[in-house]
């Protein structure tokens, strides 16, 4: 098991929270943006996930493998045809 550490609920405007050490900071890697979990009596706290990891590398994998065409029919319109301009 990592570093323990002792510490109380405080007071924070309306709210309530904990002071995290900056040693427990350092050994978990935790920068800014965190996610937030309860796990029965426990909380847990990570690293906030970036919402399109990996994006990049499925669309290419997508465009590699033919699979990034459009699945639905394109209809277009008499106006789309004649009066929009890109």
């Not at 098991?1 to 510490?7: F, L, N, P, Q, S």
């Given at each position: 098991?990592?570093?323990?550490?002792?510490?109380r609920i405080v007071k924070i405007?309306?709210?309530?929270?904990?002071?995290?050490?900056?040693?427990?900071?350092?050994?978990?890697?935790?920068?800014?943006?965190?996610?937030?979990?309860?796990?029965?009596?426990?909380?847990?706290?990570?690293?906030?996930?970036?919402?399109?990891?990996?994006?990049?590398?499925?669309?290419?994998?997508?465009?590699?493998?033919?699979?990034?065409?459009?699945?639905?029919?394109?209809?277009?319109?008499?106006?789309?045809?004649?009066?929009?301009?890109?």
């Open positions: 098991m990592g570093t323990v550490v002792r510490t405007g309306n709210s309530q929270g904990i002071r995290i050490p900056k040693l427990l900071l350092e050994q978990s890697g935790i920068h800014e943006e965190v996610e937030i979990e309860v796990q029965g009596d426990c909380l847990t706290i990570r690293t906030a996930q970036c919402l399109r990891a990996g994006w990049d590398e499925a669309f290419a994998a997508m465009a590699k493998n033919q699979d990034d065409v459009l699945l639905d029919d394109v209809n277009t319109t008499d106006w789309e045809q004649s009066d929009w301009e890109w």
